[in-house]
């Protein structure tokens, strides 16, 4: 088995909702970063961006990756910035990466207040439009396949995903 699909994209695109469906809707295995690195840390993301920083999430992010892309079959869904990295940037190359794309407002609705994602605590809107402006072109170069998630059900997307890939 290889890896059949590597998802990406800003936070609230919905990586970890589709990825968790698409791994099922194949039958296979699904992963997640920054499920990784919170067992490899051993607490919560927030709790690492707050505790010893954000250099220091990414460094523990980009082995997270590495490890991944290394020895995983199956759906990975990495965390919305791990794509910063120029060396996970050069490590997706030759992978199935879908980026999952997603509207500003939609970002925003499915975010919502929490304070559970770190980079979003302070002006949610604000945060999330600068993070997705800088990163789009990122985004687009790395993936074989874009989805507009906007408005769309989770199952129509999985579909979707399963469609283009397989093209
Ligand atoms: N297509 C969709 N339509 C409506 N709601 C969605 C959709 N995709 C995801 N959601 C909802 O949006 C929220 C964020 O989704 P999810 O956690 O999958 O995003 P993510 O891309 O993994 O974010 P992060 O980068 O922070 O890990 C969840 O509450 C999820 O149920
Ligand atoms: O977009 C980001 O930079 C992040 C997204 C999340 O998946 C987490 O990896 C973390 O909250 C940072
Ligand atoms: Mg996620």
Do not use: C
Not at 65 to 88: F, M, N, P, W, Y
């Amino acid at each position: 088995m290889t890896l059949k699909a590597v998802l990406i994209g800003p936070p609230g695109s919905g990586k970890s909702t589709l990825g968790r469906l698409l791994a099922e809707r194949l039958g296979v295995e699904y992963r997640d970063t920054d499920a990784d690195v919170e067992a490899t840390a051993g607490k919560p993301v927030g709790d690492i961006f707050v505790e010893d920083g954000e250099e220091r999430f990414r460094e523990l992010e980009a082995q997270a990756v590495r490890q991944a892309l290394a020895e995983h079959d199956g759906v990975l869904s990495l965390g919305g910035g791990a794509i910063l990295r120029e060396a996970t940037q050069d490590l997706l190359a030759g992978h199935p990466v879908v980026y999952l794309q997603v509207g500003l407002a939609d970002a925003v609705q499915r975010v919502g207040l929490g304070s559970a994602r770190p980079l979003l605590v302070l002006n949610p809107r604000s945060q999330l439009k600068k993070l997705m402006e800088e990163r789009r072109p990122v985004y687009e170069r790395l993936a074989v396949l874009t989805v507009v998630t906007d408005g769309r059900k989770p199952v129509e997307l999985v579909e979707e995903i399963v469609e283009g890939l397989s093209r």
